[in-house]
C-alpha cells in the first residue's frame, strides 16, 4: 500500500469514546499508504479512545470541526465506538461536515457503529451498507439496504460490521480513497 495515497488528504472524524482499534488501525493503513491525514473532533486538544471496556488513550486532535470544510479533505474516515457516533449526529457541524462529502461523493469509510452519522445526513437512502448489527433498524428505516457482510463498498461507501473485519476495510478503505471521487 506504499505511497499509494500519497497525494491524499483524509479526515478522520471523531468524538470522545470511539473504539480505539478502529481509529488507530485505519490512521496506520493511510499514513502507511502515504495520506496526509487529520483528526477532525468536536472540541480542540485531545479526543479519548475507548478500549473495549473501559477509556483507552487520548490523541491529539488537528482541527475541530467548526474550522474544518469537507472541501479541504479527498475522503473521510468515522470509526465506531458507540459514544462516538452518538456524540457526531447530535452535532450539526459535524452532520454538516459529513454532508459533505457526500454532495461532493468523496469516498467515506465507516465501521461498526460509524454509520450512526451517516443517517444524520439523509444521504443513505438505496444505498448498500453494513454496520454493527445493532443498527440495522436505524440504517434500514434511513432507507439503506443493510447486509451481513465483512466489507461493503457502495459507490466509495465503505463500511464494516466491527473490528475483527479491520483487516478489509483497511484494504477497500485504501482502494476506494486512491480511486477518489465516484460520480
Same mark, same amino acid.
Given at each position: 500500500?506504499?505511497?499509494?495515497?500519497?497525494?491524499?488528504?483524509?479526515?478522520?472524524?471523531?468524538?470522545?469514546?470511539?473504539?480505539?482499534?478502529?481509529?488507530?488501525?485505519?490512521?496506520?493503513?493511510?499514513?502507511?499508504?502515504?495520506?496526509?491525514?487529520?483528526?477532525?473532533?468536536?472540541?480542540?486538544?485531545?479526543?479519548?479512545?475507548?478500549?473495549?471496556?473501559?477509556?483507552? !488513550?487520548?490523541?491529539?486532535?488537528?482541527?475541530? *470541526?467548526? #474550522?474544518?470544510?469537507?472541501?479541504?479533505?479527498?475522503?473521510?474516515? $468515522? @470509526?465506531?465506538?458507540?459514544?462516538?457516533?452518538?456524540?457526531?449526529?447530535?452535532?450539526?457541524?459535524?452532520?454538516?461536515?459529513?454532508?459533505?462529502?457526500?454532495?461532493?461523493?468523496?469516498?467515506?469509510?465507516?465501521?461498526?457503529?460509524?454509520?450512526?452519522?451517516?443517517?444524520?445526513?439523509?444521504?443513505?437512502?438505496?444505498?448498500?451498507?453494513?454496520?454493527?448489527?445493532?443498527?440495522?433498524?436505524?440504517?434500514?428505516?434511513?432507507?439503506? !439496504?443493510?447486509?451481513?457482510?465483512?466489507?461493503? *463498498?457502495? #459507490?466509495?461507501?465503505?463500511?464494516?460490521?466491527?473490528?475483527?473485519? $479491520? @483487516?478489509?476495510?483497511?484494504?477497500?478503505?485504501?482502494?476506494?480513497?486512491?480511486?477518489?471521487?465516484?460520480?
Amino acid at each position: 500500500m506504499e505511497n499509494k495515497l500519497s497525494n491524499k488528504k483524509v479526515a478522520i472524524l471523531v468524538a470522545d469514546g470511539f473504539e480505539e482499534v478502529e481509529f488507530t488501525k485505519p490512521l496506520e493503513a493511510l499514513k502507511d499508504a502515504g495520506a496526509e491525514v487529520d483528526v477532525i473532533s468536536l472540541h480542540d486538544g485531545e479526543v479519548k479512545a475507548w478500549a473495549e471496556k473501559d477509556w483507552g !488513550n487520548s490523541y491529539p486532535v488537528n482541527l475541530t *470541526v467548526s #474550522n474544518a470544510n469537507a472541501k479541504d479533505y479527498d475522503a473521510l474516515v $468515522l @470509526p465506531g465506538g458507540v459514544m462516538n457516533p452518538d456524540h457526531l449526529r447530535e452535532n450539526q457541524e459535524a452532520v454538516n461536515f459529513v454532508s459533505g462529502f457526500f454532495d461532493d461523493s468523496k469516498p467515506i469509510a465507516a465501521i461498526c457503529h460509524g454509520p450512526w452519522t451517516l443517517i444524520e445526513t439523509g444521504e443513505l437512502k438505496g444505498r448498500r451498507v453494513t454496520s454493527y448489527p445493532s443498527l440495522k433498524t436505524d440504517l434500514v428505516n434511513a432507507g439503506a !439496504n443493510w447486509v451481513d457482510e465483512e466489507v461493503v *463498498v457502495d #459507490n466509495g461507501l465503505v463500511t464494516s460490521r466491527n473490528p475483527h473485519d $479491520l @483487516p478489509a476495510f483497511c484494504r477497500k478503505m485504501v482502494e476506494e480513497i486512491g480511486e477518489g471521487v465516484h460520480a
